[in-house]
């Protein structure tokens, strides 16, 4: 069973950054499909971007394209969420999940992410962008 803990929330002012980190555990799977997700007071939990880590595949959302970008942390072993330029409507609660990967194409990894498709979820780390 795949546990997932986030870290690296916080307060920045716009303009600023933060990266996130996802750490996932407790299985053997050889290619994992990872999505950060947020939801933010008021509204539904929206995908942000996701990673196959076996290709390396990636996919963001049109509001965050330029400004994020998710990756794998080898040192670390975990996904990184890179989060630059951000905007006062970034904040939210972020979510990381966790998955076996079926796939590689952007095609496929877009389609889990609309569909919130995944079996392990973390606990969210929060982001505050003031102003």
Same mark, same amino acid.
């Given at each position: 069973?795949?546990?997932?803990?986030?870290?690296?929330?916080? *307060?920045?002012?716009?303009?600023?950054? +933060?990266?996130?980190?996802?750490?996932?555990?407790?299985s $053997?799977?050889?290619? #994992?499909?990872?999505?950060?997700?947020?939801?933010?007071?008021?509204?539904?939990?929206?995908?942000?971007?996701?990673?196959y880590?076996?290709?390396?595949t990636?996919?963001?959302?049109?509001?965050?394209?330029?400004?994020?970008?998710?990756?794998?942390? *080898?040192?670390?072993?975990?996904?990184? +969420?890179?989060?630059?330029?951000?905007?006062?409507?970034? $904040?939210?609660?972020? #979510?990381?999940?966790?998955?076996?990967?079926?796939?590689?194409?952007s095609?496929s990894?877009?389609l889990?992410?609309?569909?919130?498709?995944?079996?392990?979820?973390?606990?969210?780390?929060?982001?505050?962008v003031?102003s």
């Amino acid at each position: 069973q795949v546990q997932v803990v986030e870290s690296g929330g916080g *307060s920045v002012e716009a303009g600023g950054s +933060l990266t996130l980190s996802c750490a996932a555990s407790g299985s $053997t799977y050889i290619n #994992y499909v990872v999505g950060w997700f947020r939801q933010a007071p008021g509204k539904e939990r929206e995908a942000v971007a996701g990673i196959y880590t076996g290709p390396g595949t990636a996919f963001y959302v049109d509001d965050v394209k330029g400004r994020f970008t998710i990756s794998q942390n *080898s040192a670390n072993n975990t996904i990184d +969420l890179q989060m630059n330029k951000l905007k006062p409507e970034d $904040t939210a609660m972020y #979510y990381c999940a966790a998955d076996q990967a079926y796939g590689g194409s952007s095609h496929s990894l877009a389609l889990r992410l609309r569909g919130a498709d995944f079996r392990a979820w973390g606990r969210g780390t929060q982001v505050t962008v003031s102003s």
